[in-house]
């Protein structure tokens, strides 16, 4: 399964490596997208001082993270600009998904979610991305 996860899933993951989408995502249950684009904004938020202190994001643990990411995940350049989201930021996951053919955008942002579907993609919440790995284990 293809999947483009937008960058609050993948930071959830990061903060709690023992959560279902991150066990997931270890054992190589999906296959994850990524681009240039939402990389650069995990690596951004990641590296947010205040997140940091919170979580005690190292930046062994940090880098770590990122390496098991480039390692799961399909590298796709978007040719396409989109403008449907309501929040111009999320465009890029949208972009994603079209340009590498993803069966789901999993997220749990409001403004992706109203999109549901984007042009036969569903767009679902990490909730029930996870219910559907898991009856399929």
């Known amino acids: 399964m293809r ?9 959830s993951a990061a903060i709690k490596p023992n959560g279902r989408f991150a066990i997931h995502l270890r054992q ?10 939402v990389l650069d ?14 979580y005690n994001l190292t930046p062994q643990y940090i880098h770590l993270y990122l390496h098991l990411i480039r390692l799961r995940s399909d590298y796709v350049t978007p040719t396409e600009t989109i403008t449907a989201c309501r929040d111009a930021k999320d ?8 340009a590498g ?3 789901l955008l999993v997220t749990n942002d409001a403004d992706l979610l109203a ?4 042009r036969q993609t ?4 990490s ?7 898991d009856a399929n284990e």
Do not use: C, W, Y
Request: charged content about 20%.
């Open 41 to 54: 904004e995990m690596i951004d938020v990641l590296n947010r001082p205040r997140l940091r202190r919170k």
């Open 3 to 11: 999947i483009v996860a937008d960058t609050n899933v993948l930071v």
């Open 91 to 98: 465009n890029k996951f949208l972009e994603l998904a079209t």
């Open 115 to 118: 999109l549901h579907p984007f």
């Open 28 to 37: 190589g249950t999906f296959q994850l997208l990524v681009s240039d684009a």
């Open 122 to 125: 569903p767009i679902i919440d």
């Open 101 to 103: 053919q993803a069966d």
């Open 127 to 133: 909730a029930g991305f996870v219910m559907i790995l």
